[in-house]
């Protein structure tokens, strides 16, 4: 008889973005007339470029005609498309990375999702607390994580790495030494970064305990400050203890379309194994390349036109970002974030914990935003709020919000 894979059954039972549809949705059928603004999932709202949009139409006659036609897509990426990344996002920025070492993909949560695929079951992965949820889930698939304690929130084989507005939401070196460790900077759900300086000791650390670095930089295109790493090659020595993941979400609003990136320098290695053979083996495997039609509209992110549309989009984000953010600070609250990332991370009010503050929003200001408990037991008594609706509403949210 078939076995499952029994590592699904210690997830907990409800994921949080199904948690609060259900009670935004009980709260609208008991109150049909109330306007509800949704600051919660961290979804674009804003639509394609112009650039992107011409590119898709272009590649869409292209491939309805015979001369043109594509079918499968090179399972690493075009190359059009991954020489466009190696030099905006790398050359430019004095990063040593070679195009054949960037891996075109559907999105970076299914890169960070696949990725632990490469690593034995025992090694102890470090995260980040709060965390975007995906690193811990697909770790506990893969039978990484020990058991759950529902009274900790925690993963017994986890090591927790706390980001609060206690240690300036810069995660400490663990006592354990970890092998793997997660870093997601500018951060989700936080919106806080760390310095390039701060970056450069994780990569230190990682070479010198022989730990890997996983960097999701989901988020780089947010980043407004001078001294903050857009890449984590950018630090020295980060080839050989660092995989980057990037998605075009984000920046180009990419979220229906999905484009991502991993990259895999050739020098990391493990104990002789090229990490860069083993997931180039995995694409081959599992994966027949992101469309071509998509992969033109990446291209076309990276044209000088389609730069400046990036510019403008994430300038109109980041508009809201410091409304929301300057309107919780007006109201007296707590605030963190939002200045190199589209997300505002907010203490809750009277020591609410984040459902409490989150059911006290929907009821009294019609107002959805995140529990941060959610996120991770860190998270507690914060709530997350994200700059990804329109501005219109950013501000009729804020004034709510200054009304309670
Ligand atoms: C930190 C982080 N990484 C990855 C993703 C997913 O990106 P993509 O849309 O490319 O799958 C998100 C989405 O919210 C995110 O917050």
Redesign the pocket.
């Known amino acids: 008889m078939y076995k499952i894979n029994t590592n699904y059954q210690k997830l907990p039972g409800s994921y949080l973005f199904s948690n609060i549809a259900k009670k935004v949705a009980a709260f609208q059928e008991a109150n049909p007339d109330k306007e509800i603004i949704r600051l919660g999932i961290?979804d674009v709202t804003r639509p394609l470029t112009n650039s992107v949009i011409d590119a898709l139409h272009k590649a869409v006659d292209e491939m309805g005609d015979a001369d043109t036609f594509r079918g499968y897509a090179p399972d690493l990426g075009y190359d059009f498309l991954r020489d466009a990344i190696c030099k905006w996002d790398y050359v430019r920025r004095g990063c040593d990375i070679a195009a054949d070492e960037i891996f075109v993909s559907d999105?970076?949560?299914?890169d960070?999702g696949n990725i632990q695929e490469l690593f034995a079951t025992d090694n102890k992965i470090a995260v980040c607390d709060p965390v975007?949820p995906v690193y811990v889930d697909s770790n506990v698939m893969g039978g990484r994580c020990g058991n759950y304690d529902s009274t900790l929130e925690k993963w017994s084989d986890i090591i927790y790495m706390p980001t609060t507005a206690e240690n300036g939401f810069v995660p400490e070196f663990p006592k354990e030494t970890p092998d793997i460790i997660y870093l997601?900077f500018p951060n989700?759900p936080t919106g806080t970064t760390i310095t390039k300086a701060q970056l450069q000791e994780w990569v230190d650390y990682a070479n010198k305990n022989g730990c890997l670095i996983i960097y999701?930089a989901?988020y780089e295109a947010y980043i407004s400050e001078e001294d903050v790493a857009h890449s984590i090659y950018e630090c020295e020595g980060a080839k050989t203890c660092a995989i980057e993941i990037r998605?075009f979400?984000k920046n180009a609003g990419f979220?229906g379309v999905r484009l991502?990136f991993t990259v895999v320098p050739k020098e990391l290695k493990c104990d002789g194994v090229s990490l860069h053979d083993m997931w180039a083996r995995r694409h081959g495997t599992k994966f027949n390349g992101a469309p071509y039609i998509i992969q033109r509209a990446g291209e076309a992110v990276y044209s000088e036109a389609g730069q400046k549309e990036v510019q403008e989009l994430v300038g109109y984000y980041m508009n809201n970002a410091k409304t929301i953010r300057e309107g919780l600070k007006d109201a007296g609250l707590e605030v963190y974030g939002g200045v190199n990332a589209p997300y505002i991370w907010m203490k809750t009010p009277d020591k609410m914990t984040s459902w409490e503050f989150f059911d006290y929003l929907l009821e009294n200001a019609c107002v959805v935003g995140t529990p941060g408990s959610g996120f991770g037991p860190s998270g507690e008594h914060y709530f997350r709020l994200t700059a990804f609706g329109t501005l219109e509403n950013s501000k009729k949210a804020l004034e709510r919000i200054k009304n309670l």
């Open positions: 961290g999105g970076a949560k299914s960070s975007y997601c989700n999701d989901a998605s979400s979220t991502g």
